[in-house]
């Protein structure tokens, strides 16, 4: 047991053991990763050639045990750190995120009200009334702020996160598709795909429902004509 | 022992997972399972460290140099062995150990096993 060298044939206990240490800073995971890895491989084996399988109590042991030591890094890396320098080299969050965040943070609550409300109704697919009602007779239904917070703060937050992601792709050149590349540039890509979804919205809301319903109601079978009923509806 | 507390001095006293992997790796250099293994041994089951406490408390230990790290030569695996501050350390640990057990041996207080408890892990 104690020399186990190579990963234990249950890639989903193994994929589940690895997500959990993407829960750490990077420099910790970089340094005990791998023999927490053969730790928990040795954990595993030993509890199902004891048991025949691992449980609940097992798994909560686990969870909990990884949950709790992954805070206590990140604390202990902040009060090391200081606010500014933690929040941009662990966390990877930067000053365009921040603002990118806040330029869709408008938007996001509309549009969070409104699906609530559509559940709430029982029918996603038609605008709850009162709810629009009294969005509608707000300030911010008003054009020139409807315009701002619907159409020019998506742009902006999409551009603005743009920018570093483009700077960090000319840095790193071809490594652009590597996980590590993609987990620290995380929070960028995140708001850019919510910013283009916004937008996507903004130019499809009256066309998705409509698609979405005709679908429900007729199958796949009738889609070229319910888009071309929705496109002129 | 707070999370804060430094092992700069080596009368500091120590948690009972620090004190318990202090012990095992008093006798050899041992990998995480091991120790893992022999804490839960020596303890008698009363502490089971996860692979988070475990590594949290080896990086700590790492980080005061109470331990250090021993690559090994047939296998993938990462050894740690006492320094000599850790080894202080623990002697000293345990010399306060056996102080108190004294001191509750000539008042007595080792036949009632409640008693004898709270002196162990006070």
């Not at chain 2, 430094?6 to 948690?15: A, D, G, K, R, Y």
């Not at chain 2, 120790?35 to 406490?53: A, C, F, H, W, Y």
């Amino acid at each position: 047991m104690h020399n186990t060298e190579k990963s234990v044939a249950v890639p989903i206990t193994y994929i589940f053991f690895k997500s959990l240490l993407l829960l750490y800073p990077d420099t910790y995971r970089r340094k005990f990763e791998e023999e927490m890895v053969m730790t928990f491989e040795d954990m595993y084996q030993e509890k199902m050639l004891k048991d025949g399988e691992t449980g609940i109590p097992f798994w909560f042991h686990i969870y909990m045990d990884i949950v709790a030591n992954a805070f206590e890094q990140h604390w202990q890396l902040l009060r090391k750190q200081g606010l500014k320098k933690y929040t941009e080299q662990t966390l990877h969050i930067n000053r365009y995120n921040i603002i990118g965040g806040l330029l869709l943070l408008p938007f996001f609550s509309v549009f969070l009200v409104d699906i609530i409300a559509r559940i709430a109704q029982g029918d996603v697919t038609h605008y709850n009334r009162p709810v629009y009602s009294l969005l509608s007779h707000s300030l911010l239904y008003w054009f020139p702020v409807l315009f701002t917070w619907v159409i020019l703060f998506p742009v902006l937050a999409v551009l603005i996160n743009l920018f570093p992601l483009i700077k960090n792709i000319l840095k790193k050149h071809g490594s652009v598709l590597r996980f590590d590349f993609i987990r620290q540039n995380i929070i960028s890509l995140t708001l850019l795909t919510i910013g283009l979804g916004f937008l996507a919205i903004i130019l499809l809301h009256d066309l998705g429902p409509c698609v979405v319903h005709g679908l429900l109601r007729f199958g796949f079978g009738k889609l070229p004509y319910i888009l071309s009923f929705c496109r002129n509806a | 022992m707070s999370k804060s507390k430094s092992f700069s001095n080596t009368n500091v006293s120590l948690t009972p997972q620090i004190f318990y992997i202090l012990l095992a790796l008093a006798t050899k250099e041992r990998h995480g399972y091991d120790i893992m293994k022999q804490v839960e041994n020596d303890s008698q089951g009363k502490i089971r460290l996860g692979p988070g406490t475990l590594y949290g408390a080896i990086k700590r230990m790492l980080e005061e140099k109470l331990i250090t790290a021993v690559d090994s030569s047939h296998s993938r695996r990462k050894y740690y062995q006492l320094t000599e501050k850790g080894r202080t350390l623990f002697n000293n640990e345990l010399q306060r150990y056996n102080e108190a057990v004294e001191l509750a041996r000539r008042r007595s207080l080792l036949g009632k096993p409640a008693v004898a408890k709270l002196v162990i892990y006070a």
